[in-house]
């Protein structure tokens, strides 16, 4: 299940089932978003980008939705595998101002994928 | 090559101690950035750097100098430092200042004495 709290949300599933993580961002000038997978002890991995003209991208067993109305972003995975266990963030660019290319990151989500 | 390397991996210092940190990328990219992590934080932004200029700086003490000597090399500068700066060093690089398509060093695990 998925709990919030003091510490990082958590989402735990069985191996071969999807996973739905979700993000909600506030600045409304963000018009690029990104999820990026953190394995521990390694840097953040790009895995997936849409921009705020679209409402879906897909890429290899992962999709994005972008709900610009409520500011939401959720990451789609299927078939979830135990590699696939690590914190997963999105972020957003901010377009414009002193701001402008400003890379922000979100609060993240552990994943857990049991076998 | 799509790397950005890191160097030292590991690194411990002494409050009066003065060290640096490097990154290191061959891809072509222009803009490059200094995040620091927290155990179980997002990244957080510390510096911006595009086309070898400092464009954003997010308020960070001077004790943190960077230094962008040209468009494959970036280094972090650290002096009289506080315990409550051990973290995670991440270093990152895109092709562009706005395109988000940014790659990551592995890091550099600072601890403060």
């Known amino acids: 299940g998925e709990s919030v709290g003091l510490h990082l949300p958590t989402l735990s599933v069985q191996e071969g089932d999807n996973s739905i993580i979700n993000c909600a961002y506030s600045?409304?000038?963000?018009?690029?978003f990104i999820w990026y997978k953190q394995e521990s002890g390694k840097g953040p991995q790009f895995i997936i980008d849409?921009?705020?003209?679209?409402d879906k991208r897909q890429g290899q067993r992962v999709t994005v939705l972008l709900n610009k109305t409520v500011k939401h972003l959720s990451l789609q995975i299927a078939a979830t595998q135990p590699g696939d266990s690590a914190v997963y963030f999105c972020?957003?660019?901010?377009?414009?101002?002193?701001?402008?290319?400003?890379?922000?990151f979100g609060q993240g989500t552990i994943l857990t994928v049991h076998p | 090559d799509t790397e950005v390397t890191q160097t030292p991996k590991h690194l411990v210092m002494g409050m009066t101690n003065k060290k640096s940190l490097k990154c290191e990328q061959h891809?072509?990219?222009?803009?490059m950035y200094w995040y620091k992590q927290k155990a179980k934080k997002p990244p957080e932004l510390m510096f911006v750097?595009?086309?070898?200029?400092?464009?954003i700086n997010e308020s960070v003490p001077s004790r943190f100098s960077p230094e962008c000597p040209n468009s494959s090399l970036l280094n972090l500068h650290l002096h009289a430092l506080q315990p409550e700066d051990s973290a995670l060093y991440l270093c990152?690089?895109?092709?562009?200042?706005?395109?988000?398509?940014?790659?990551f060093g592995q890091g550099t695990r600072l601890t403060v004495v």
């Open positions: 972020a957003e660019i901010s377009s414009g101002g002193t701001s402008y290319g400003k890379l922000t």
């Open positions: 891809m072509g990219h222009r803009a």
């Open positions: 750097y595009s086309y070898e200029k400092l464009s």
């Open positions: 990152a690089s895109s092709p562009r200042q706005s395109r988000g398509e940014a790659f």
């Open positions: 849409i921009r705020s003209n679209m």
């Open positions: 600045n409304s000038a963000s018009d690029y």
